[in-house]
């Protein structure tokens, strides 16, 4: 008793040496303080603000700067206006409360915003809305940390890099609180997707498809923002209202720009004694660490202090005596004991009598030799039978029997379908190597490849393929083989050896539409007769698709990226990953909405039930590019301009259309014929599907216009007056919509600015 009231007393005598000390040098100056905890800051400088500690390279602002790495991005500001310090990160004007530090997994928690679009009895509520931004210089967003979260059920939400680089997001739905379950955010009142790599900014969009007036009783705002994985847990009393004003959100910290390779044979180089150091996987920069059995600040001279495994039992593995080594430790029995002395090997038992020890010895190596030998031998033999077997269940799983007998009891054509062995792919493609690839999509990657004949061919390595729908992946081999048309990519087999199943198609060597509309070397060369020859093409193709093939399809993802031209600028129509067979007793076909940002059907995005009319308003975006030379979407355009479809169609009802006609073609004397294509763009464009023409419709006008000449008495008419007026009728704006199924890949297109989205229904 007398031992613990001692020990009190000098507790409390040192406590109170604390406090003196701290009124007499302030907070700043206290070398208590500044020391606390001194194996992770400089000496003499600040090591919390708060309940936060301030790990070197970080340090305090308003201590000395050779107390921090010199780049602001590493400075706190500690704020002490409330009576609580507060640590702020103040990175490139943007002011973010700061959670947490960590210098083992190099990461910054800090507070973001939550975003909010509302609304009312009146419609959209602007005062009770907001779209948050963020604005990083170097930490970027942490792609396995976060997740982007959308909760309403009239909810289409966005991530839109403010360099115009990419865009995605989810969708949210549900008519009653009745549909929504408690903890589930798979779209039904909350939806959530991942965040890319090497994200710096965003812009966070809140769009709703009837501005909630279908459940404005339970539902009144939509919400979005960018969190901690697990942070958020969704509860169908958020949708009456998310009291979430901030959200943890991690960032990934390296230090520089450079890496491991080049900072080592620079003066700067932050790694100390006994550390490692590797480049930073999201970001730019380098990363140190201490070595395994080493624990400190590896930004610190001696910062790395070697860990006494031997002082704690839970730290080691000996059965038998301990001895400490540098960044490691050693396992020994006593004297007359054998083993390694570990807990997990042989540990310590008594030695045998030393005349039978020989014998052991030799009897344990020469078994131990033919061990080895035996082992070899079946390992290789169980390792070649486990990949035939491999192979095998790949084949049957990715549906090859079935495929085999399709194509044996098929018509001549689809007997020119082969099917490939994974080793000549492999071969083809030197292993698949990174050089070879020549295009990345929603649905794969495409790899240029040579076969043993001469033969160049275009390999697609798909996404796995849900099991569910092998047959159906059959069925589209089998259709795609038998398409016999000059203007798509010609399927030459696949192979199904593999995880995932390859198709084999024809090369097409002169690149895709987009990368010659949008490039402008190249879409000069690219005359109205050219454009107007590739849109015929086109509707061509897609008029066979739905209308002549023996079971109709629905492309699902026309756009100019995947309509490919050769060297005659010959239109190759291709990527039927996202295609659909349509039976022909089948009316309607729904499934998850798939496409990309910009070309879809709004109808179709409203409805999951895609039509041949989803393929139809699909190609009027691509008739927009062929005239105007302008990307679907661009964040950096002024708002009426951001979307060149609202732009087009509102340029043709106010008689602007030749203000945004692309100027390589704009002074050809072809105005009459633009003219005349661009109301065929206009009507695909109808926002409802049964107004828009036919494919078919629409091939045979662009094929008369193909050859008709233009109009001399068409150069006169005055497109600004009432003539022009009563020739181009009248439009409303279409509306844009997103595909919230998956992360949408915009490709070279840039981003969307944040605004709500509202349908109008538009007229012939």
């Known amino acids: 008793m007398q031992r613990v009231?001692?020990?009190?007393?000098?507790?409390?005598?040192?406590?109170?040496?604390?406090?003196?000390?701290?009124?007499?040098?302030?907070?700043?100056?206290?070398?208590?303080?500044?020391?606390?905890?001194?194996?992770?800051?400089?000496?003499?400088?600040?090591?919390?603000?708060?309940?936060?500690?301030?790990?070197?390279?970080?340090?305090?602002?308003?201590?000395?700067p050779g107390c921090r790495k010199g780049s602001s991005s590493f400075a706190v500001d500690c704020d002490n206006s409330t009576g609580h310090p507060t640590p702020y990160f103040d990175h490139k004007g943007t002011n973010l409360q700061i959670l947490n530090i960590s210098l083992e997994d190099h990461e910054m928690q800090v507070a973001a915003y939550?975003?909010?679009?509302?609304?009312?009895?009146?419609?959209?509520?602007?005062?009770?809305?907001?779209?948050?931004?963020?604005?990083?210089?170097?930490?970027?967003?942490?792609?396995?940390?976060?997740?982007?979260?959308?909760?309403?059920?009239d909810t289409v939400a966005s991530f839109l890099d403010r360099q115009g680089n990419f865009a995605f997001g989810c969708m949210s739905t549900c008519n009653s609180i009745s549909e929504v379950t408690n903890g589930s955010c798979s779209g039904i009142g909350c939806c959530k997707t991942s965040i890319p790599r090497d994200s710096l900014d965003y812009n966070i969009s809140i769009g709703s498809y009837n501005n909630h007036t279908e459940v404005l009783s339970f539902n009144p705002c939509s919400y979005a923002f960018v969190a901690a994985s697990d942070f958020y847990n969704f509860s169908t009393g958020d949708l009456s209202g998310l009291h979430l004003n901030n959200t943890p959100l991690v960032l990934d910290w390296a230090i520089g720009n450079i890496t491991c390779d080049v900072a080592k044979k620079s003066p700067g180089y932050m790694c100390t004694e006994n550390t490692n150091c590797t480049d930073a996987e999201n970001g730019k920069g380098y990363k140190c660490a201490c070595l395994e059995g080493f624990h400190g600040n590896p930004y610190l001279a001696n910062g790395c202090q070697d860990i006494d495994e031997c002082a704690d039992p839970k730290n080691n593995q000996c059965n038998g005596t301990c001895t400490n080594v540098v960044g490691s430790y050693n396992c020994s029995c006593p004297k007359g004991y054998h083993g390694d002395g570990r807990k997990d090997g042989k540990?310590?038992?008594?030695?045998?009598?030393?005349?039978?020890?020989?014998?052991?010895?030799?009897?344990?190596?020469?078994?131990?030799?033919?061990?080895?030998?035996?082992?070899?031998?079946?390992?290789?033999?169980?390792?070649?039978?486990?990949?035939?077997?491999?192979?095998?269940?790949?084949?049957?799983?990715?549906?090859?029997?079935?495929?085999?007998?399709?194509?044996?009891?098929?018509?001549?054509?689809?007997?020119?379908?082969?099917?490939?062995?994974?080793?000549?792919?492999?071969?083809?493609?030197?292993?698949?190597?990174?050089?070879?690839?020549?295009?990345?999509?929603?649905?794969?990657?495409?790899?240029?490849?040579?076969?043993?004949?001469?033969?160049?061919?275009?390999?697609?390595?798909?996404?796995?393929?849900?099991?569910?729908?092998?047959?159906?992946?059959?069925?589209?081999?089998?259709?795609?083989?038998?398409?016999?048309?000059?203007?798509?990519?010609?399927?030459?087999?696949?192979?199904?050896?593999?995880?995932?199943?390859?198709?084999?198609?024809?090369?097409?060597?002169?690149?895709?539409?987009?990368?010659?509309?949008?490039?402008?070397?190249?879409?000069?060369?690219?005359?109205?007769?050219?454009?107007?020859?590739?849109?015929?093409?086109?509707?061509?193709?897609?008029?066979?698709?739905?209308?002549?093939?023996?079971?109709?399809?629905?492309?699902?993802?026309?756009?100019?990226?995947?309509?490919?031209?050769?060297?005659?600028?010959?239109?190759?129509?291709?990527d039927f990953g996202a295609s659909r067979l349509v039976p022909l007793d089948q009316a309607e076909l729904s499934t998850l909405v798939r496409g990309t940002l910009g070309y879809l059907d709004p109808e179709y995005l409203?409805?999951?039930?895609?039509?041949?009319?989803?393929?139809?308003?699909?190609?009027?975006?691509?008739?927009?590019?062929?005239?105007?030379?302008?990307?679907?979407?661009?964040?950096?355009?002024?708002?009426?301009?951001?979307?060149?479809?609202?732009?087009?169609?509102?340029?043709?009802?106010?008689?602007?259309?030749?203000?945004i006609v692309d100027e390589a073609i704009a002074n050809e004397g072809n105005n009459d014929?633009?003219?005349?294509?661009?109301?065929?763009?206009?009507?695909?464009?109808?926002?409802?599907?049964?107004?828009?023409?036919?494919?078919?419709?629409?091939?045979?006008?662009?094929?008369?216009?193909?050859?008709?000449?233009?109009?001399?008495?068409?150069?006169?008419?005055?497109?600004?007056?009432?003539?022009?007026?009563?020739?181009?009728?009248?439009?409303?704006?279409?509306?844009v919509y997103m595909d919230c199924t998956e992360t949408i890949n915009t490709g070279p297109s840039d981003s969307m600015k944040n605004h709500v989205m509202t349908p109008v229904n538009s007229g012939r």
């Not at 907001?130 to 990083?136: A, I, R, V």
């Not at 095998?392 to 495929?403: I, V």
Request: aromatic share 6%; charged share 20%.
């Open 5 to 64: 009231e001692g020990r009190t007393m000098v507790i409390h005598w040192l406590l109170l040496k604390v406090v003196v000390l701290g009124a007499v040098l302030g907070p700043y100056n206290n070398p208590l303080a500044a020391e606390a905890d001194d194996s992770m800051t400089k000496p003499g400088c600040r090591s919390t603000c708060g309940n936060l500690s301030i790990p070197y390279p970080f340090g305090s602002r308003d201590s000395d």
């Open 114 to 153: 939550t975003g909010r679009g509302c609304y009312n009895s009146g419609g959209y509520d602007a005062s009770s809305s907001s779209f948050p931004t963020l604005t990083l210089a170097q930490f970027p967003i942490s792609n396995t940390k976060n997740e982007f979260i959308a909760v309403g059920c």
């Open 347 to 574: 540990g310590c038992t008594a030695n045998p009598n030393p005349s039978h020890l020989v014998q052991i010895l030799v009897g344990a190596g020469v078994g131990t030799i033919v061990l080895l030998f035996s082992a070899g031998f079946l390992y290789l033999g169980i390792q070649k039978r486990k990949l035939i077997r491999l192979k095998e269940q790949y084949f049957k799983q990715n549906g090859g029997l079935l495929l085999q007998q399709q194509l044996h009891e098929g018509d001549r054509t689809t007997k020119t379908t082969k099917i490939f062995t994974a080793e000549e792919l492999e071969k083809a493609t030197n292993d698949y190597d990174e050089s070879r690839i020549v295009g990345r999509g929603g649905y794969g990657t495409v790899y240029k490849g040579l076969l043993p004949n001469g033969t160049v061919v275009a390999i697609k390595k798909s996404k796995l393929v849900d099991k569910t729908r092998i047959e159906q992946f059959v069925n589209e081999v089998i259709v795609l083989s038998r398409i016999n048309h000059r203007n798509v990519v010609k399927l030459l087999g696949c192979c199904l050896e593999t995880e995932v199943p390859l198709l084999v198609y024809e090369f097409v060597s002169n690149g895709t539409l987009f990368d010659h509309i949008h490039n402008g070397n190249k879409s000069s060369k690219m005359s109205w007769d050219i454009r107007l020859r590739i849109a015929s093409d086109t509707a061509g193709v897609l008029s066979y698709l739905h209308s002549t093939a023996s079971i109709p399809i629905i492309h699902r993802d026309v756009k100019s990226a995947n309509i490919l031209l050769d060297d005659n600028y010959t239109a190759k129509v291709s």
């Open 606 to 659: 409203h409805t999951n039930q895609p039509t041949e009319k989803s393929d139809v308003y699909s190609f009027g975006v691509v008739l927009v590019e062929l005239i105007t030379g302008k990307k679907v979407l661009s964040f950096n355009r002024p708002e009426i301009e951001r979307t060149p479809a609202m732009h087009f169609l509102s340029a043709l009802k106010n008689n602007q259309l030749f203000q």
């Open 673 to 735: 014929r633009v003219r005349e294509v661009a109301n065929v763009a206009k009507r695909c464009l109808t926002l409802k599907g049964e107004e828009r023409p036919t494919m078919k419709e629409v091939a045979i006008e662009l094929e008369g216009l193909k050859v008709k000449p233009n109009h001399p008495w068409m150069s006169s008419v005055d497109l600004h007056g009432e003539d022009g007026l009563h020739l181009l009728g009248e439009m409303t704006d279409p509306t």
